[in-house]
Nanobody, 121 residues
Framework: QVQLVESGGGLVQAGGSLRLSCAASGSILFINVMGWYRQAPGNQRELVATITSGGSTDYADSVKGRFTISRDNAKNTVTLQMNSLKPEDTAVYYC???????????????WGQGTQVTVSS
């Protein structure tokens, strides 16, 4: 019912920037927390950044000062601005929505399909 679609991934050189976007669709009344996670080959999926409906943010230490998360509650979208990218940022980035309230159900977690981000040396 509820779907998340990511966009904005690609290949960039170290020091460059990318902006990832995620749009949630469906009969959505409210999303408590939206965030971005990433997973590189051989690694576990890790939290990158989250943002609550009220605008409170949380970042992984590895991206603090470089990444900025934002959201538009009216549009049910979340954006991750990534600056000063490093090769270590290379991963598949997944959009997440937690605490999704619709007209017919509540969903704990909804995940997008993921978008590849590759940072070359």
């Amino acid at each position: 019912q509820v779907q998340l679609v990511e966009s904005g991934g690609g290949l960039v050189q170290a020091g460059g920037s990318l902006r990832l976007s995620c749009a949630a669709s469906g009969s959505i009344l409210f999303i408590n927390v939206m965030g971005w996670y990433r997973q590189a080959p051989g690694n576990q999926r890790e939290l990158v950044a989250t943002i609550t409906s009220g605008g409170s943010t949380d970042y992984a230490d590895s991206v603090k000062g470089r990444f900025t998360i934002s959201r538009d509650n009216a549009k049910n979208t979340v954006t991750l601005q990534m600056n000063s990218l490093k090769p270590e940022d290379t991963a598949v980035y997944y959009c997440n929505a937690a605490g999704v309230i619709t007209y017919q159900s509540n969903q704990r977690d909804v995940w997008g399909q993921g978008t590849q981000v590759t940072v070359s040396s």
